[in-house]
């Protein structure tokens, strides 16, 4: 990773609903509160679901494109598929990367957040 690429993370918020939503950013405390309090640019799920938690987030290496494809292969799988991610954070590099290897550097790794 060069000194001028940008560390994104992907994350998934719990909802007051009990639904997740998934999302990515350069800056996750700015974005989770963004979504707390919609203000801004909060996404419309969230201003009608306001989260709850930060119940797991990822640093991703790799640019955007690569916080993208995390994201969007995170949005696409089933809410239990979601809770196994929550609960053993690990493992969605190992699922993600389970088809091929990309063609891009991606490093993700698992971070906690308490707020």
Sequence with gaps: MSTKEKLFFVYILECENGNYYTGYTIDIHKRFNTHKTGAGQGAKFTRSFRPSKIAA?????????AAMKVEYFIKKR???????????????????????????????LPEPFIF
Excluded: C, H, M, T
């Design 57 to 65: 987030a990822w640093r991703i290496s790799g640019g955007k494109s």
């Design 78 to 108: 089933e809410r239990r598929v979601k809770q196994k991610f929550i609960n053993d954070p690990p493992s969605l590099k190992a699922e993600f990367f389970k088809k091929k290897e990309p063609d891009y550097d991606i490093d993700i």
